[in-house]
């Protein structure tokens, strides 16, 4: 038997005593560390007992922290960046602690200039949207930086009721708010109109944008009297990286990889050798055309593994001449290999019954470029210049090869387009500072070009490869130029009385925009006079790489396309404002009066077509904005406002092109577009980096701009470009936020309904057996909802944080329903792209010494994109073709993932 010694019971009873004991001496201190000007919760911040650092907590994504301490009284050291330290005292026992921090200041003759940059966080994004007289989103750098997005079209489809179209590598370029197509909204940088590389139209690719040079990104959905009027959908505004109040410097450098080209080769061809001009730009209209006149540099293939795609990046912000002159400096380049493929479904069945199918192999290398520069100066007594430059230089090389049953295409493309703006802003108080003068002088530039875009054809019979004898090969050179001077100008001036303040304000601007669109297109033939049969040229025989082909062109190249015209645009507007705040109401309204005069002029006219013409017309556009606070974190807005859509600068001009199956033409008795639009909106702020809003909105659009069928003189009919009617664009949305200690909650839904009725054609088996045709055509009114609208949008992100061990993540969902993609001119013939789920991720991780890694990676899921016929009569019965919910399919894509790595560096 084991033998115990008699002090054991004694030890036991004092271990079972000092036990008893422990949660007598020790407690919980809980509490939140906010912001002492803006009450934003400070994630990330340091909370320690005082005497034993090491019993201490890090504040989560709430701001929150819970610290064991003894059971008397003592005290905290409260530490975030950028702030003052704070010791708080606590008294004895549990206790729940609410910790202001000031920002650490310094006074500058008049000005006191605090610290950290408040402006690009959470919670100046939900004051923003809070205590705006419209209804506006708002996303911060800080929810951007955390994103998986890299550029500010994937971070804009994150918000509520925006929907993308995606170009053909599958990321997002043109944003789509509220089912109103990209053409209904506009794009702005800090505040300014900017213009765009589209040959044809003002809308404006997201995707050169990178996103981590904005400060926050707001999407405007009702507009305001001072705001330009030609937005129903809406406006999109990039806040770029303003001056900091503290140094600022920052730097990341990343590498990553397509998954498509994990598994196949990326092919690739000299963009270098591309020569920039076409012949006859070089030589002159009438120069006579050889084939020795172009080069063939740019026509050989390689094919290999591709590189490591890379992305870089950095920027640098600090206040000199004792804090006068703010420079925020800020650059990002990215140069990215991507792959994709495309499977399009014909309507027609081979002999063995199967479908035919083109297989498409997309090879693309994207190079974007961003330099941002910022200047601001403060002058004594309330005045202020600022001068802001940016320059966006996007371009891709891409190869895509298609490969059908009896014939391949092959079409080398090298696009390039850059942005450039340049803004001088002056801000001048008076009068105690309830006088106000605002003034800016804009100028942009926008340049698109697309030289030597080669597609070569070939026939395969037998598994022998020739070229086209018809049309071996085109070659085109297009490149477009916009150019807008503006000026803005605004006064304002605040009354108050009691409780009640007054804001009148008054303002104008005018702009000039200058516009020229260039198209050549030459047609060869193979042609190799050594052979007995000059025409057949045999792969593998005659040539092996697409540089040895011998070719002969036509003498002349097609100069009469109308892509080749000029087009002008001069606004100028002026607006009356005026703002009351009374107690718990707010009420704002306005008139905007906005005149355009809109020409062009048609470099070479056919058929008659007149070589110039013009538009022009005045709106009144008034807008009401009504809201009441509910309570003190609630309020309840309501808005109207009219606004207006233009033509494009392509669809007035009297352009008329010849296709297969159509004759299609401009119209230059087209008229604008004009909408009301209504938002109801409740929103909530719980805290202030929290929110839930749910809003209802309708639009009427009256003349809304859409292709339909139009008969002609004679037996002609035209798609054109035509006014219908009314449209009705009306639904809802669901916002919410909400950040608990170590995870947060995002979430977004909006159902979107419209309808537009558009002239379609029908075409009918023909009752009369003598006539020389077996079909007639008629044709009749469809009704439809608008292009490119989706019915559901769903995006959900959930943020983990461990603040203790600097641990950052974020996984995103989002789902697009389907949506019209394309208008067709049959009935029941659109195209519609089925509904589309994307799952993205992102993870970083906190090292000493201002350091840090991450990860992000995109379409996780490698969904693919479905373009489909709904179901319908013509072909319901037809056997042997791809299915989707009894429609047709047309087309399946598919982009691979996306995966980046890499480090940051942060200055602390």
Avoid at 203 to 217: G, H, K, Y
Avoid at 267 to 280: C, Q
Avoid at 308 to 313: L, Q, Y
Avoid at 599 to 627: C, I, M, N, T, W
Wanted: charged share 20%; hydrophobic share 40%; glycine share 8%.
């Amino acid at each position: 038997m084991r033998h115990i010694s008699p002090r054991t019971p004694a030890a036991l009873a004092a271990a079972a005593l000092l036990l008893a004991h422990l949660p007598l001496t020790a407690a919980t201190v809980r509490g939140i560390v906010q912001d002492a000007a803006t009450g934003e919760a400070l994630v990330g911040a340091t909370v320690a007992l005082k005497g034993d650092p090491a019993r201490g907590a890090v504040c989560g994504l709430n701001g929150r922290f819970a610290v064991s301490a003894p059971l008397s009284a003592g005290a905290l050291v409260v530490r975030y960046m950028g702030y003052r330290a704070k010791e708080v005292a606590f008294e004895g026992g549990s206790a729940e602690l609410a910790v202001s921090l000031e920002p650490e200041s310094r006074d500058v003759g008049e000005v006191v200039v605090y610290g950290d940059n408040a402006r690009n966080t959470e919670v100046s994004a939900r004051s923003i949207e809070k205590n705006a007289i419209n209804v506006i989103n708002v996303m911060s750098a800080k929810a951007i930086e955390l994103s998986p997005d890299v550029t500010v079209a994937s971070a804009i489809q994150r918000m509520s009721g925006v929907t993308m179209e995606r170009n053909s590598s599958g990321d997002g370029q043109y944003a789509i708010l509220r089912g109103m197509d990209k053409r209904f909204s506009y794009t702005l940088v800090n505040g300014v109109k900017i213009p765009s590389p589209d040959n044809k139209n003002r809308f404006v690719p997201l995707d050169i944008f990178p996103a981590e040079l904005l400060d926050r990104l707001e999407v405007t959905k009702a507009l305001t009297a001072d705001m330009e009027a030609d937005g129903i959908g809406g406006a999109v505004n990039m806040v770029m990286k303003d001056a900091p109040s503290q140094r600022l410097l920052t730097a990341h450098l990343s590498g990553g990889a397509n998954s498509q080209l994990l598994s196949r080769s990326y092919r690739s061809f000299d963009a270098g050798a591309i020569n920039r001009a076409s012949p006859n730009e070089k030589y002159g209209l009438s120069y006579p055309i050889r084939a020795k006149d172009f080069t063939t540099g740019n026509l050989r293939l390689s094919a290999g593994n591709a590189a490591p795609s890379v992305a870089g990046g950095v920027a640098w912000g600090d206040r000199v001449f004792r804090d006068r002159l703010g420079v925020m400096l800020a650059g990002s380049y990215a140069n990215e290999y991507r792959g994709s493929t495309s499977d399009m479904y014909g309507n027609a069945t081979l002999a063995d019954g199967q479908q035919q199918i083109t297989k498409r192999y997309f090879s693309t290398r994207q190079t974007r470029l961003g330099a941002h520069a910022k200047l601001d100066y403060r002058l004594p007594k309330g005045h202020k210049l600022m001068w802001y430059n940016a320059y966006m230089d996007f371009s891709s090389a891409q190869v895509r090869d298609a490969q059908a049953f009896d014939t391949q295409t092959l079409r080398l493309r090298w696009n390039h387009q850059t942005i450039f703006s340049s803004t001088l802003k002056g801000m001048h108080c008076f009068a105690d500072e309830k006088l106000r003068f605002d003034w800016s002088l804009a100028y942009g530039a926008a340049f698109n070009e697309t030289p030597d875009n080669v597609q070569i054809n070939e026939h395969v019979i037998n598994q022998i490869v020739t070229i086209d004898q018809n049309t071996g090969a085109t070659r085109r050179w297009e490149h477009n130029a916009d150019k807008d001077k503006v000026g803005y100008a605004s006064w304002q001036y605040s009354i108050a009385a009691g409780e009640a303040t007054l804001l009148l304000a008054a303002g104008g601007m005018y702009r000039d925009k200058v516009r020229d669109s260039y198209f050549n297109e030459y047609t060869f033939k193979p042609y190799d006079e050594s052979l007995a049969n000059p025409r057949e040229l045999i792969k593998g025989v005659h040539w092996s790489n697409f540089d040895e082909i011998c070719f002969e062109v036509n003498a002349h190249g097609n100069l009469s396309d109308p892509l080749n015209y000029d087009a002008t645009e001069r606004v100028s507007a002026g607006y009356l404002l005026g703002n009351l705040t009374a107690g718990k109401w707010r009420l704002a309204a306005g008139l905007h009066v906005e005149h355009t005069s809109q020409g062009y002029f048609l470099k070479f006219p056919v058929d008659g077509a007149q070589s110039e013409g013009s538009q022009r017309y005045a709106d009144y556009l008034p807008d009401v904005h009504v809201s009441r606070q509910l309570h003190k974190n609630a309020k309840l807005r309501f808005s109207y406002v009219k606004a207006i859509n233009r033509p494009s600068f392509f669809e007035i001009v009297p352009y008329s092109m010849i296709h297969e199956e159509y004759k299609e033409r401009g119209n230059p008795e087209l008229k604008h577009t004009v909408a009301d639009n209504f938002d109801l909106r409740y929103e909530y702020f719980p805290r202030p980096s929290e929110q839930l809003m749910l809003g209802l909105f309708y639009k009427k659009i009256d003349d809304p701009i859409e292709f339909g069928m139009m008969s002609g003189f004679g037996q002609d009919t035209y798609y054109m470009p035509m006014n219908f009617g009314s449209a009705h664009n009306y639904g809802f949305e669901v916002d919410a936020m909400k950040y608990f200690s170590w995870f947060g909650l995002k979430a977004n839904y909006t159902f979107t309904g419209s309808n537009i009725t558009t002239v379609k054609m029908r075409v009918l088996p023909n009752p009369d057996p003598s006539a020389e045709t077996n079909y007639i055509t008629e044709y009749v009114n469809q009704a439809r909802p608008l292009f490119g609208q989706a019915k559901h949008v769903v995006n959900v992100s959930l943020l983990v944080k461990e603040a203790k061990y600097g641990w950052d993540g974020q996984l995103a969902f989002s789902y697009t329903g389907d949506r019209l993609c394309i208008v067709s001119r049959y009935l029941n013939e659109d195209r519609w792209q089925a509904g589309y789920i994307r799952l993205d991720a992102s993870l970083e991780k906190q090292l000493r010494f201002g350091l840090a890694i991450f990860a992000k990676a995109t379409n996780l899921l490698n969904t693919q994109m479905l373009q489909y016929v709904k179901a319908n009569e013509s072909s319901k019965n037809v056997a042997g073709l791809e299915r989707y919910r009894g429609g047709i399919v047309e087309r399946k894509e598919r982009y691979g993932q996306v995966f980046f790595a890499g480090i940051k560096y942060k200055l602390q």
